[in-house]
T-cell receptor
């Protein structure tokens, strides 16, 4: 079964305490990404990775880091969390169609609800 | 700037009734438009995807339409069920196929089905 898993699902932490949210996919996709979802703002891309060791910033990368040492894993790292990073986070794994093709399949993880106090 | 606007922001209907959700976009160039269903506390799940040349796509009781000329899409839900209570997100993509994913997400319509 195609699956994207995230851990933890819920996390309450304090300002400045480093944390990592893990993401893993079993579809051998090259492309993975992280989004945050906030009320009234919709999903916004934080970082993405086109393949192992290839990562780049999305629309809202400030305060976040990522790494892609293996194809299946794409952890999101908050070195010094702040209250404005309280949000619902989704990892996504994407299979793009051939170059120029309009097709893609995107699978989202179940989400991680993070609260920073 | 590419934008996707959804309306209404929220909607409450009685079980068994039909409803239509709207999506207007200014994304250009256009590649495809997808509707996602997001249950509370879960990740979005794809319902339909339409390319420029398609003007309707069905998935069970869900029917999406696309008017690429007016840059409008709608999602029609027939004979609503309690399990349809969710947020519905419209996503429009540009033909990038990589890099920043070229996806523009709407803010979603929160649908509540009442018994």
């Amino acid at each position: 079964e195609a699956q994207v898993t995230q851990n933890p699902r819920y996390l309450i932490t304090v300002t400045g305490k480093k944390l990592t949210v893990t993401c893993s996919q079993n579809m051998n996709h090259e492309y993975m990404s992280w989004y945050r979802q906030d009320p009234g703002l919709g999903l916004r891309q934080i970082y993405y990775s086109m393949n192992v060791e290839v990562t780049d910033k999305g629309d809202v990368p400030e305060g976040y880091k990522v790494s892609r040492k293996e194809k299946r894993n794409f952890p999101l790292i908050l070195e010094s969390p702040s209250p404005n990073q309280t949000s619902l986070y989704f990892c996504a794994s994407t299979r793009w169609g051939a170059q120029g093709s309009s097709s893609y399949e995107q699978y989202f993880g179940p989400g991680t609800r993070l609260t920073v106090t | 700037k590419n934008q996707v606007e959804q309306s209404p922001q929220s909607l409450i209907i009685l079980e068994g009734k039909n409803c239509t959700l709207q999506c207007n976009y200014t994304v250009s160039p256009f590649s495809n438009l997808r509707w996602y269903k997001q249950d509370t506390g879960r990740g979005p799940v794809s319902l339909t995807i339409m390319t420029f040349s398609e003007n309707t796509k069905s998935n069970g009781r869900y029917t999406a339409t696309l008017d690429a000329d007016t840059k409008q899409s709608s999602l029609h839900i027939t004979a609503s069920q309690l399990s349809d209570s969710a947020s519905y997100i419209c996503v429009v993509s540009v033909p990038s196929g990589g890099g920043a994913d070229g996806l523009t997400f709407g803010k979603g319509t929160h649908l509540i089905i009442q018994p």
